[in-house]
């Protein structure tokens, strides 16, 4: 039977680097547990933006807009190798991220 481990832990929300190399820690941690496949949480990276429903349409358009460029600057972009560490410590460990 298949080990399945399924994330629950925070990510840093608007810091993708920061992101990544946690969730590497986490592939490594839970492989050592006998993990085969490894579920991470929709918007793991860059963080989910709960604050997009508490702006205001039109009040708040200036800090509206600069939350929305720094959401898309730390988007995961699969023309990279954004993923690479992930895809390296899940390749190392033998296991399938998610």
């Known amino acids: ?56 349409p039109g009040g708040d358009w200036g800090i509206s807009e600069e939350l929305h460029v720094r959401l898309l600057k730390n988007a995961i972009d699969l023309s990279s190798d954004d993923l690479k560490p992930m895809l390296e410590a899940a390749k190392e460990n033998s296991v399938i991220p998610f």
Do not use: C
């Open 1 to 56: 039977m298949k080990k399945i481990a399924i994330i629950q832990a925070a990510p840093y929300v608007l810091d993708k680097e920061r992101t990544i190399n946690k969730a590497v820690e986490i592939i490594n941690s839970v492989s050592e547990q006998g993990a085969e496949l490894i579920v991470f949480p929709e918007a793991f990276i860059p963080g989910y933006p709960a604050w997009i429903w508490r702006l205001r």
